[in-house]
């Protein structure tokens, strides 16, 4: 079976998960609803293209995150607000094992029973991904995400901000 590499991967409201691959001819293997795809690129360097193209830095949406949520580690990623495109990292985003899960595409988290460090995701699309993250950690990263959500979406809804941008468009 052939598989077709691609040297990058625009990160898209399809995109459901990035998976690290210990492989010699691609460095992430990225999941959508029907598809998988095989990038030279590891999932950060994709994360932070991606992040850029939503409107900041990878850093910039990492420190915004933190600033209204607390988080300071495996901090979720509010890639592009406007399209609604958040991801969270399994595990910090620096050790190669991290799989980034984007947000809306999480059905449910069970425990693995036989080893507590260890849990599995099952995706809107009945895809399961075992991983190597307790389930009370998972549990807390798509409560973080969740939460960042709210907190990013909350200044478009702010009175003043709306009462501005009336005022604006009636110009």
């Not at 460095?27 to 690129?41: G, M, N, S, V």
């Amino acid at each position: 079976m052939t598989i077709a590499i691609l040297e990058t991967y625009e990160i898209t409201r399809d995109t459901i998960a990035l998976l690290p691959a210990k492989h010699t001819d691609y460095d992430t293997i990225a999941l959508e609803f029907d598809r998988e795809l095989y990038i030279k690129q590891p999932p950060l360097s994709l994360i932070k293209t991606a992040c850029l193209e939503g409107g900041s830095t990878y850093d910039g949406r990492r420190d915004a995150v933190t600033h209204l949520t607390g988080a300071q580690n495996k901090v979720p990623i509010p890639i592009d607000p406007i399209e609604q495109i958040y991801a969270f990292p399994t595990n910090s985003p620096s050790q190669f094992d991290c799989i980034w899960i984007f947000y809306p595409h999480v059905k449910s988290i069970q425990p693995d029973h036989t080893n507590i460090n260890n849990s599995s995701i099952t995706l809107k699309n009945n895809r399961t991904l075992a991983l190597n993250a307790s389930y009370a950690s998972l549990e807390k990263q798509v409560h973080r995400t969740s939460y960042c959500i709210i907190r990013f979406s909350q200044p478009f809804q702010h009175p003043a901000y709306t009462a501005r941008n009336h005022a604006l468009t009636q110009l």
